[in-house]
């Protein structure tokens, strides 16, 4: 059974649009710290800690420091409750495509 409390958690963190590209760089950047994710943001400094605080408690983001930088990269396990959870619904899809493509095979022969 999938933890309900860690699907909840994971999908409440990224149900902000801000938080959610605050996350997105992350991912592309590969490894990236406050200053470079606030450059350009429009976001102020504050704020975007305040995103990663709730990343990080979502188990979706990893921090190293170095020195006075804090370094952040996406953790790879953070959305596997997610995952775990569509997975479950993959009977649901599979079935609906053998039913489109049978469909579609009738239609085009």
Request: charged share 25%.
């Amino acid at each position: 059974m999938t933890d309900m409390n860690a699907i909840d958690a994971v999908m409440r963190t990224l149900a902000d649009p801000t938080r959610r590209a605050v996350f997105e760089r992350i991912v592309t950047a590969g490894e990236i710290t406050v200053a470079e994710l606030t450059a350009g943001s429009g976001v102020t400094q504050s704020a975007i800690s305040q995103h990663l605080r709730l990343l990080k408690e979502a188990g979706l983001i990893l921090d190293r420091p170095e020195g006075r930088k804090v370094h952040y990269r996406a953790a790879p396990h953070g959305l596997a409750p997610l995952v775990d959870w569509m997975a479950l619904y993959g009977i649901f899809w599979r079935e609906r495509f053998a039913s489109l493509r049978s469909l579609l095979k009738d239609i085009d022969p």
